[in-house]
T-cell receptor
Framework: DADVTQTPRNRITKTGKRIMLECSQTKGHDRMYWYRQDPGLGLRLIYYSFDVKDINKGEISDGYSVSRQAQAKFSLSLESAIPNQTALYFC???????????FGPGTRLLVL | TQLLEQSPQFLSIQEGENLTVYCNSSSVFSSLQWYRQEPGEGPVLLVTVVTGGEVKKLKRLTFQFGDARKDSSLHITAAQPGDTGLYLCAGEGGTSYGKLTFGQGTILTVHP
């Protein structure tokens, strides 16, 4: 079984809708991250959490919110989706600062 | 904001050729990681370099961290079709403590 899972794997939604992307991990790591990937832009950090009570904005947090429900779960919400949020979204975990990040398989989101 | 400039963005070569991917910054990083990503999957760590001037080898892949810890390179010898994928460098440290700053990525295609 995969250590980092993301649901859904694909999602099509309409402008203005609220959607939630979910991430679960069985690695026992405290640190979790949400990234978006766009062609030619690499991975950009949206939000990160170093433990259950810690939430931090990344470089592109506008239009997004997160919830860390437990050590194993970190959810990303788009409150009112817009077309330029169409992208591939990845969740990742790590157990140390600067340590290896373990990525989920990604969620492909299309906002019409 | 720390930036990592990765080049080239695209690389298309024949099997057996050698290639080098570069990752440059004006900022100093505590460590530099290289990831490989295949279609439909999340990035997977190849190597982490932490010491200025460090060279690490992984079979036909050679990774180098610059003496000033501002740049890194990935050299592949005798590329094979199985090397095809997206290669990403990521730096940690400085203002990016505990989180990674990613380069834009290099899409490598190795033709049989």
């Amino acid at each position: 079984d995969a250590d980092v899972t993301q649901t859904p794997r694909n999602r099509i939604t309409k402008t203005g809708k609220r959607i939630m992307l979910e991430c679960s991990q069985t690695k026992g790591h405290d640190r979790m991250y949400w990234y978006r990937q766009d062609p030619g832009l690499g991975l950009r950090l949206i939000y990160y959490s170093f433990d259950v009570k810690d939430i931090n904005k990344g470089e592109i947090s506008d239009g997004y919110s997160v919830s860390r429900q437990a050590q194993a779960k970190f959810s990303l919400s788009l409150e009112s989706a817009i077309p330029n949020q169409t992208a591939l979204y990845f969740c990742a975990t790590s157990n140390t600062a600067g340590g290896t990040q373990y990525f989920g398989p990604g969620t492909r989101l299309l906002v019409l | 904001t720390q930036l990592l400039e990765q080049s080239p963005q695209f690389l298309s070569i024949q099997e057996g050729e050698n290639l080098t991917v570069y990752c440059n910054s004006s900022s100093v990083f505590s460590s530099l990681q290289w990831y490989r990503q295949e279609p439909g999957e999340g990035p997977v760590l190849l190597v982490t370099v932490v010491t200025g001037g460090e060279v690490k080898k992984l079979k036909r892949l050679t990774f180098q961290f610059g003496d000033a810890r501002k740049d890194s390179s990935l050299h592949i010898t005798a590329a094979q079709p199985g090397d095809t994928g997206l290669y990403l460098c990521a730096g940690e440290g400085g203002t990016s403590y505990g989180k990674l700053t990613f380069g834009q990525g290099t899409i490598l295609t190795v033709h049989p």
